[in-house]
């Protein structure tokens, strides 16, 4: 009898005992929501999550295998690593989400590791210092960042490997291209030093009527934009530009902007169809400063002298015609701004 009382409880126990969770538990606040919901998107599937008016949520999700996920309010977006059997409550402020996303539950440690990673690749990889130093200072620095990065994805054993592994694999490629890209902006700007003689341009067909020359706004800070009408990036600075002209209009500077619209992107193999485009766009979007057409595109002395080799491109010129700086910063930067307010303009 008494063996069969303790098989009975033992059975009792084991029967109860709970299965696990075929599923992950997702639930939060989400603080000065951009859309009325969330949208978690990897390589294997796509949900969508109601926001409540007051911005709660709540909603379970069957993973096939863990993995990271982006979560998506409107166009603002952060990482988070889903598992079944998680539990995860996450609050987040959508006007500061990198500093605001905060984890809890059963599943937290490893998307706290996340977000402190992503914190950290942020200010370690800081464009505006990486893009000060010099050539020899860039290559010592992406190697103190390697160190500290690698010191950080190995600190934490009781994180998923998953994320570990992911973090080291991509480190390279990541330190890589930005290497390659500040090395070029460096280049740049030790090859057209502050106070060395600008690159000039002639005669570039303006808009209005007429053709410009560089020559022909002595006296003033020349702004340069390189652009072309099918190039995305350059096309999303135009509202930034144009509030910089207008916040600009009574000082010494003078906005350029040079298309270098050419025949094989026109559409109709035509230069001619091109500079129409150009026109049209000009027109249609009221875009401001004196709007030019380069003489040869891409192969035009200015855009050669300056390597320019992807646009949009940003060169700021001094009103003797000497650079102060042939990789400007962008209209929507700030970094543009103090440096107008650093030379007074």
Known sequence: M???LIFLCVLTIVSCKEEPKDYVTFSGKISNKISDSLLLR??????????????TFSDTI????????????????????????????????MENLEETVEFSGPGS????????????????????KLSSLSSEGLKKEIENIRKELTT??????S??????????ANLEPMLNMYQNFFAES??????????????????????????????????????????????GPCIAEIPSLKELDAKYADKNIQFVSISIDDAMRSGGGDLEVAKSKWKTMVEEENLIGLQLFSDKNWQSDFVKDYKINGIPRFILIDPNGNVVDANA????????????DSLNI
């Not at 990897?42 to 911005?55: E, Q, Y």
């Not at 590791?113 to 370690?124: A, H, P, R, V």
């Not at 090859?191 to 009527?209: R, W």
Request: include cysteine; charge should be positive; aromatic fraction near 12%.
């Open 2 to 4: 008494k063996k069969l």
């Open 42 to 55: 990897s390589r294997m599937m796509n949900k969508t999550i109601l926001l409540s008016p007051d911005g």
């Open 62 to 93: 069957k993973i096939g295998q863990p993995e990271v996920f982006g979560f998506f309010n409107g166009n603002i977006a952060a990482p988070i690593f889903l598992k079944n059997g998680f539990d995860i409550k996450m609050t987040a402020d």
């Open 109 to 128: 440690e490893h998307n706290n590791y996340l977000t402190q990673q992503m914190q950290l690749e942020k200010k370690l990889l800081d464009q505006d």
């Open 152 to 157: 950080f994805y190995n600190h934490d054993k």
């Open 159 to 168: 994180v998923d490997s998953t994320l570990t592994s992911m973090a080291k």
């Open 186 to 231: 460096i280049a740049i700007r030790e090859q057209f030093p502050a106070g060395s003689p600008s690159p000039t341009f002639e005669n570039y067909e303006n808009f209005k009527g007429g053709t410009t020359s560089l020559a022909d706004l002595k006296g003033k800070y020349v702004y340069v934009d390189v652009w072309a009408t099918w190039c």
């Open 329 to 340: 910063p962008r209209p929507s930067s700030k970094k543009l701004i103090e440096l107008f």
